[in-house]
């Protein structure tokens, strides 16, 4: 039954990433499940999507941006606008390196030497990064939101 339907373990994700999106928990466990049955192609396109709706839930949810504005923004762009400057660089490379990954996954033309259990590896040990920093990114606001500063306390 095992080489029928293969064991998959989906990764569990800190609870502050859940109360962000549970949307992009459901993609990247559908992207793991590819890629548990070797499908590397899809597996790639659906981390890239994956990444797409964490940065917009997280503008949303974490950030209060307008809906509007989240929507119009392609993943490029949102990279650009919400993790611009020194205090987001760790979220703007990994994120783009994730991005530039993934779309090589989704675009027709490859590259020549494209190799994509190699490159799905490197997406997603970028990935992983901006997970970290991310997760943290949102325990600090959390954290920053419930200081009282008048008490110094929480």
């Given at each position: 039954?095992?080489?029928?339907?293969?064991?998959?373990?989906?990764?569990?994700?800190?609870?502050?990433?859940?109360?962000?999106?549970?949307?992009?928990?459901?993609?990247?466990?559908?992207?793991?499940?590819a890629?548990?049955?070797?499908?590397?192609?899809?597996?790639?396109?659906?981390?890239?999507?994956?990444?797409?709706?964490?940065?917009?839930d997280?503008?949303?949810?974490?950030?209060?941006?307008?809906?509007?504005?989240?929507?119009?923004?392609?993943?490029?762009?949102?990279?650009?606008?919400?993790?611009?400057?020194?205090?987001?660089?760790?979220?703007?490379?990994?994120?783009?390196?994730?991005?530039?990954?993934?779309?090589?996954?989704?675009?027709?033309?490859?590259?020549?030497?494209?190799?994509?259990?190699?490159?799905l590896?490197?997406?997603?040990?970028y990935?992983?990064?901006?997970?970290?920093?991310?997760?943290?990114?949102?325990?600090?606001?959390?954290?920053?939101?419930?200081?009282?500063?008048?008490?110094?306390?929480l």
């Amino acid at each position: 039954m095992l080489m029928i339907y293969p064991d998959t373990s989906y990764t569990k994700f800190d609870e502050v990433i859940s109360k962000t999106s549970e949307k992009f928990i459901d993609i990247y466990q559908q992207a793991e499940l590819a890629e548990s049955h070797n499908c590397y192609e899809l597996a790639g396109m659906g981390y890239r999507a994956a990444l797409e709706v964490l940065i917009k839930d997280y503008a949303l949810n974490v950030l209060h941006d307008n809906k509007q504005y989240i929507e119009q923004l392609n993943l490029n762009n949102a990279i650009e606008h919400y993790f611009k400057g020194k205090d987001h660089e760790i979220n703007n490379i990994t994120a783009n390196i994730v991005r530039i990954n993934g779309n090589n996954f989704v675009h027709w033309d490859k590259p020549e030497d494209f190799n994509s259990k190699k490159a799905l590896d490197t997406l997603k040990e970028y990935f992983n990064i901006f997970l970290e920093v991310i997760t943290a990114k949102i325990k600090t606001k959390n954290i920053i939101n419930k200081y009282d500063k008048n008490s110094h306390t929480l």
